[in-house]
């Protein structure tokens, strides 16, 4: 994760605990536990923060980013096509989400979140099947925010 130029790194890992919840944790390279939290659409509750991270704006980004990241359901209101892509438009309340799915295997490789028609964050997938995804780069587009992750196979 990049945050105003400072670097952390790290383990995260996410697992759906229940139909709407998800635990998200992120540990250091040695194990040591970052942060840690549940997470729905509507709902967030922070089991445990590093001091060092315990900031307003660190927990509401990542509270933000992964309620976003995490939705479930995308309502279609409108579809287009470009040279690669299949389009959705989903709008729920003020917010616009375009869903870009590759012409050649149906993989969603693209959300871009807007919020009264300015981009706010961009969500770019690498995947091979429709469940997992190899990669996942989040780039805020109105603050200096980063966030790379990567999938971690038993192999590796």
């Not at 890992?13 to 040591?32: C, E």
């Not at 900031?55 to 976003?68: A, G, R, T």
């Amino acid at each position: 994760m990049d945050i105003y130029k400072n670097q952390v790194s790290g383990i995260l890992i996410i697992k759906k605990i229940n139909a709407q919840f998800h635990r998200v944790v992120l540990t250091s390279d040695f194990g040591n536990k970052l942060i840690d939290f549940e997470v729905s659409e509507n709902d967030f509750k922070l089991n445990y923060v590093l001091p060092d991270l315990d900031k307003k704006i660190v927990i509401n980004f990542l509270k933000n980013d992964f309620q976003e990241l995490l939705r479930q359901k995308y309502p279609v209101n409108e579809s287009f096509e470009n040279e690669n892509s299949k389009i959705y438009l989903s709008k729920i309340e003020k917010k616009n989400y375009y869903l870009f799915f590759n012409k050649e295997n149906n993989l969603l490789k693209q959300i871009i979140y807007t919020k009264n028609n300015k981009e706010k964050i961009d969500f770019s997938f690498d995947a091979k099947k429709h469940i997992f995804a190899d990669s996942l780069n989040l780039q805020h587009k109105d603050f200096k925010i980063n966030i790379k992750l990567f999938q971690i196979t038993e192999t590796e």
